[in-house]
């Protein structure tokens, strides 16, 4: 079976500095794609970024930026400049093609701190 | 306005009294999804759907029921609920691949079962 970890339940940072949060899966599968939401205290679900599994070039939107790893099947996110507005806890999830199913991991609570 | 509408927002209800959660998606995706959000154990997949009728169980179907029969509403039911199905509840849908694209998410429904 997937899963998804996320092994850090909790981490801060200083504004305007980078922090990057960690996230491993497991699967026997090869083609499948991989994102990080963020949950800010409203509790809506935000798509931040996505990455496909083909794909070796790691993603990037704006400030946030991923390095993926396939063979060591490691997914991590990378903030930069971090901003009180990042604050927020972040999963990490994993999905294949042509279904409906996609995993997700414990998540991450990040504190900004001014 | 595109979006994934959930109600109620917050529900107090008693051990054994049928409820049912509704969700409406209006931008004509395919596939829609019911998560479930536990601290800790992140958001854990209930049941999915892939087209009108075609559902298909998630990681922690137990104790839910789901029906599709309009592409653009997925009510969640639960016929007996019991206290360990307090938890916060996510409606979601996606266009088509979701591996590819991820799900949008609806602003959660808070269930406290008593």
């Known amino acids: 079976a997937q899963t998804v970890t996320q092994s850090q339940p909790e981490m801060s940072v200083q504004e305007a500095e980078t922090v990057t949060l960690s996230c491993t899966y497991d699967?026997?599968?090869?083609?499948?794609?991989l994102f990080w939401y963020k949950q800010p205290p409203s509790r809506q679900m935000i798509l931040v970024i996505r990455?496909?599994?083909?794909?070796?070039q790691n993603a990037t939107e704006n400030r946030f930026s991923v390095n993926f790893q396939k063979a060591a099947k490691s997914f991590s996110l990378k903030i930069s400049d971090s901003q009180l507005g990042d604050a927020a806890m972040y999963f990490c999830?994993?999905?294949?093609?042509?279904?409906?199913?996609?995993?997700f991991g414990q998540g991450t609570t990040l504190q900004v701190k001014p | 306005e595109a979006q994934v509408t959930q109600n109620p927002r917050y529900l107090i209800t008693v051990t054994g009294k049928k409820l049912t959660v509704t969700c409406s998606q209006n931008?004509?995706?395919?596939?829609m999804s019911w998560y479930r959000q536990d601290p800790g154990l992140g958001l854990r997949q209930i049941y999915y759907?892939?087209?009108?009728?075609?559902?298909d169980k998630g990681d922690v179907p137990e104790g839910y029921k789901v029906s599709r029969k309009e592409k653009r509403n997925f009510p969640l039911i639960l016929e007996s609920p019991s206290p360990n199905q307090t938890s916060l509840y996510f409606c979601?849908?996606?266009?088509?691949?979701?591996?590819?694209?991820?799900?949008?998410f609806g602003s959660g429904t808070r269930l406290t079962v008593v």
């Open positions: 999830a994993w999905g294949t093609s042509n279904t409906g199913k996609l995993i």
């Open positions: 699967t026997s599968e090869s083609d499948y794609y």
């Open positions: 990455q496909e599994a083909y794909k070796q």
């Open positions: 931008m004509n995706h395919e596939y």
């Open positions: 759907s892939m087209n009108v009728e075609v559902t």
């Open positions: 979601a849908s996606s266009s088509g691949q979701v591996s590819g694209y991820g799900y949008t």
